[in-house]
């Protein structure tokens, strides 16, 4: 299975920019889809997960100004980002896990979308 970020880009303190994320390959089902982020000098971290049930949990930092939706029948999640401030800028990556075609398990990783706030 396969992800591709896609949306980051440079933005200034307080504008909003929106990431994308598709999977593709052998999938059967997916249950959780979620965003992590790797800042400069910093290990990754969680951002955002939406599970299959619709569930969302946000880290502390981006609650009230990140929202991760999803499109199930596209296999696609969305991280539409507001607010953001410089401390945001990291790689943005997408992860997701589930079952493929063969009914095993799959864990896989995005290559990654920079995202850069400054002025």
């Known amino acids: 299975v396969q992800l591709a970020e896609s949306g980051g ?21 997916i249950d959780d889809i979620a965003w992590y982020r790797q800042g400069p000098g910093n290990e990754r971290e969680f951002v955002a997960i939406r599970t299959s049930g619709g569930s969302t949990n946000y880290d502390y930092s981006v609650e009230g100004r990140f929202a991760i939706s999803r499109v199930n029948a596209e296999n696609t999640v969305y991280l539409q980002m507001s607010s953001l401030k410089p401390e945001d800028t990291a790689v943005y990556y997408c992860n997701a896990r589930g079952y493929d075609s063969h009914g095993k398990t799959f864990d896989s990783w995005g290559q990654g979308t920079q995202v850069t706030v400054s002025s």
């Open 9 to 29: 880009g440079l933005v200034q303190p307080g504008g909003s920019l929106n990431l994308s994320c598709t999977a593709s390959g052998s999938i059967y089902s």
